[in-house]
């Protein structure tokens, strides 16, 4: 008869190892002493603290997302598409934390967000060189948004090589004109540091890949960036609903437009002719 739970010994082959001579194997990989000392709220308020690590997770995210939308327009160029599906799959699914990630404070009525809204001074989400370089990726180019990272070199030059980097669109449209597609030249060679602006040749491109066979990779492929694109538009509406709700139309934080501003964001749609084209097909 084996014996009761309480009267097991403590030291047995499933006993974990408790005693080490540094820190823990678990603490040497993820850092877990850093992340959780990061947080030094400037106001006596407690929502803050909510406010705060919920902006650093989403910092976070945005460092994944670099890291799976580089490692697929990497594949992409190299004509692995295999490679560039799952990470860009797996993207998907972060991007989806991502999202819930408004969920702590989305909620926040006006007086709430104004009890530390102090404490941001000149702050603003629009200053993430992390979430800069997420949109530069997405085709969102603009070199005025380097400005703000002046004073940070290792920021400035991650992002002023993102900035002069093809985009992840970039890099799906020379796929396609590697498999025989029809992309003007004028796309191909266009100055990658600027916006990505809609061709209408690249509309007729995804109306004939959507027309086609549904099971082929290129449909597949569109399939899976017009997954991201849905949930970068949630993302962006997450974002305007939230600052509705906590400010209504005041300035926003750093000076920028707020609500306005963030309302012109909601009306681009990454990836653009992958969504026309479908009126076509």
Do not use: C
């Not at 997770?57 to 490692?71: A, C, D, I, K, Y």
């Not at 530069?136 to 030059?157: I, N, Q």
């Not at 509309?203 to 399939?223: K, N």
Request: zero cysteines.
């Amino acid at each position: 008869m084996s014996q009761p739970m309480s009267h097991m010994p403590e030291d047995g082959p499933e006993t974990p190892n408790l005693d080490f001579k540094g820190t823990t194997p678990y603490e040497d990989y993820v850092q877990a002493d850093v992340l959780t000392h990061l947080q030094h709220p400037l106001s006596d308020d407690p929502g803050e603290m909510v406010f705060l690590v919920t902006t650093q997770v989403m910092e976070l995210w945005f460092t994944v997302l670099v890291h799976e939308w580089t490692t697929a327009a990497r594949a992409l160029r190299e004509d692995d598409l295999p490679t560039a599906m799952a990470a860009l799959g797996r993207s998907t699914h972060e991007l989806e934390s991502l999202n819930a990630s408004w969920r702590p404070i989305s909620h926040l009525t006006p007086a709430q967000f104004n009890s530390y809204r102090a404490a941001l001074g000149e702050g603003s989400g629009f200053q993430s060189g992390m979430y800069r370089r997420l949109e530069f990726l997405l085709g969102e180019k603009s070199a005025s948004m380097l400005v703000p990272h002046r004073g940070t070199p290792r920021a400035h030059d991650e992002l002023e090589k993102a900035l002069q980097e093809p985009s992840l669109y970039d890099e799906v449209l020379r796929l396609l004109h590697r498999r025989g597609y029809a992309i003007p030249t004028a796309v191909l060679e266009r100055n990658p540091a600027l916006r990505y602006e809609p061709d209408p040749q690249v509309e007729r491109v995804w109306q004939q890949i959507y027309a086609g066979d549904q099971d082929s990779e290129l449909v597949r492929l569109g399939e899976a960036l017009t997954d991201v694109a849905e949930l970068v538009w949630r993302w962006r509406n997450d974002h305007l609903v939230a600052t509705r709700r906590a400010m209504g139309a005041k300035t926003g934080t750093g000076g920028s437009a707020g609500v306005a501003w963030l309302e012109k964001r909601v009306q681009k749609n990454p990836f653009p002719e992958i969504w026309t084209a479908r009126s076509h097909v």
